[in-house]
């Protein structure tokens, strides 16, 4: 993965991304249709709730050699012993839900997207995961 915002040299597990998503159009919550965005599946394997979690996703564009990333601090996000929390990069303010930038690549690109997603929490090993997002309008994602 390339350089990102997150500085973490730890070795010890137990932060995981269990799946990234980059295209579902209809929210799980309501049944609605959504826009686009980045949705990634943090799991907690220790056994101490994991706060001061950070994302960093990078989307790159391999057909014109183009990428970006940001770095979302997951402000209040606690993921308890065990469990497993979605978080979405998006512009509802909605629970668990993060800001982004519209005018990333992400969203103004429409060739085939390969996004690099690290998330950090301290004291753990970062965990990556790499999906791909399909150009134009096909859904894509992994789980």
Do not use: C, W
Not at 120 to 125: E, T
């Amino acid at each position: 993965m390339p350089a990102s915002a997150i500085s973490n040299n730890s070795t010890t597990p137990g932060l995981v991304i269990t799946r990234a998503l980059v295209r579902i159009n209809i929210s799980a919550e309501t049944g609605k249709t959504v826009d686009d965005h980045l949705k990634v599946a943090l799991q907690n394997k220790t056994g101490r709730p994991l706060d001061q979690v950070g994302v960093y996703h990078r989307t790159t564009d391999p057909s014109i050699g183009k990428s970006e990333g940001y770095f979302t601090k997951l402000a209040g996000f606690v993921i308890d012993p065990g469990a497993t929390r979605l978080v979405h990069i998006d512009n509802t303010g909605a629970p668990d839900h993060y800001p982004e930038n519209v005018y990333s690549l992400y969203h103004t690109d429409k060739n085939a997207l390969v996004v690099d997603v690290k998330a950090n929490a301290p004291g753990l090993k970062p965990a990556t995961f790499t999906v791909k997002k399909d150009s134009g309008g096909a859904e894509a994602g992994v789980e």
